[in-house]
């Protein structure tokens, strides 16, 4: 990540992460506190070949000092083949979540 600046507070918050001169975009559309869970849309233009992209990041307490992480998307309109589009998603997931790790020392 080269860079990622925040417009707003709370649900509508608008997060623009810049990568490799690329920028993304992500609106916050809900908060569940108590469920420890986030959904997020990806705002046009797109980078991926999906439109109307949501996506929502779920944690689950497993036991002290441990946690589960779910991150999961859907869209409603594939411009590719679905399971080209799943690879490549699963694949920023898992480089984001071991990046997560690292930084945490886990």
Same mark, same amino acid.
């Not at 707003?8 to 608008?14: L, N, S, T």
């Not at 810049?18 to 469920?35: M, N, Y």
């Given at each position: 990540?080269?860079?990622? +600046?925040?417009?707003?507070?709370?649900?509508?918050?608008?997060?623009?992460?810049?990568?490799?001169?690329?920028? +993304?975009?992500?609106? &916050?559309?809900? !908060?569940?506190?108590?469920?420890?869970? !986030?959904?997020?849309?990806?705002?046009?233009?797109?980078?991926?070949?999906?439109?109307?992209?949501?996506?929502?990041?779920? &944690?689950?307490?497993?036991?002290?000092?441990? +946690?589960?992480?779910?991150?999961?998307?859907?869209?409603?309109?594939?411009?590719?083949?679905?399971?080209? !589009?799943?690879?490549? !998603?699963?694949?920023?997931?898992?480089?984001?979540?071991?990046?997560?790790?690292?930084? &945490?020392?886990?």
């Amino acid at each position: 990540m080269d860079s990622c +600046t925040l417009e707003g507070d709370g649900v509508g918050a608008v997060r623009a992460v810049k990568r490799g001169g690329a920028v +993304t975009s992500e609106r &916050l559309e809900a !908060i569940d506190s108590a469920a420890h869970r !986030i959904t997020y849309g990806l705002l046009p233009p797109y980078r991926l070949a999906a439109k109307n992209v949501r996506a929502t990041i779920a &944690l689950t307490p497993l036991g002290q000092n441990t +946690t589960e992480l779910q991150w999961w998307s859907e869209a409603s309109e594939l411009d590719a083949p679905q399971q080209e !589009i799943a690879t490549y !998603i699963g694949s920023f997931y898992r480089a984001s979540v071991g990046n997560l790790r690292r930084r &945490l020392g886990s």
